[in-house]
């Protein structure tokens, strides 16, 4: 009887352990962009899928230029291009910053949107760039976003 009492506790303590275990959990970001055919801006290798690097170069106290080639097609309309925030590297467990600096075509972009495309049924490739606005950082590890935003201007009779 003792070894079935003994055995009979064992096994009501096993489940216990088992349902106190801390559960997984992982989440993954997904976006999807359905583009209509007459407006579109894509780039022509796809969007970066990890943080993008910007290099410096402590011994030319500059950053590298991240460059991507952007494909745009209007057919109806103008296209403008904004930033939806200012794009700022904060670094880790710090106040430190780095600016960006984010231009389309030679055009730097800001808050406002501004044109970069003009009506036209066919499609044109033009230059994103982003870089970075400080030329003596802290030492540190950055992150931040750069986010685009892309619409249609009317364009004039």
């Known amino acids: 009887m003792k070894k079935y009492l003994v055995a009979s506790c064992i096994a009501a303590i096993l489940p216990i352990a088992v349902v106190n275990a ?35 170069d402590p011994v030319a106290k500059s950053f590298n230029t991240y460059k991507l080639a952007l494909q745009v097609k209007n057919t109806t309309n103008n296209v403008t291009a904004a930033l939806a925030f200012d794009p700022v590297l904060t670094e880790d467990n ?6 960006l600096a984010v231009s389309i075509a030679g055009k730097d972009l800001g808050l406002a949107p501004i044109p970069i495309h003009t009506k036209d049924p066919t499609e044109k490739v033009y230059q994103l760039e982003i870089t970075s606005k400080v030329t003596t950082p802290t030492v540190g590890n950055y992150l931040g976003s750069v986010s685009l935003v892309f619409d249609e201007q009317a364009a004039p009779p």
């Open 22 to 56: 801390a559960p997984i959990r992982q989440t993954i970001d997904v976006t999807v962009t359905v583009p209509a055919e007459t407006f579109y801006v894509k780039p022509q290798l796809g969007w970066p899928q990890s943080p993008i690097q910007l290099a410096y």
């Open 94 to 99: 710090s106040d430190n910053t780095v600016a």
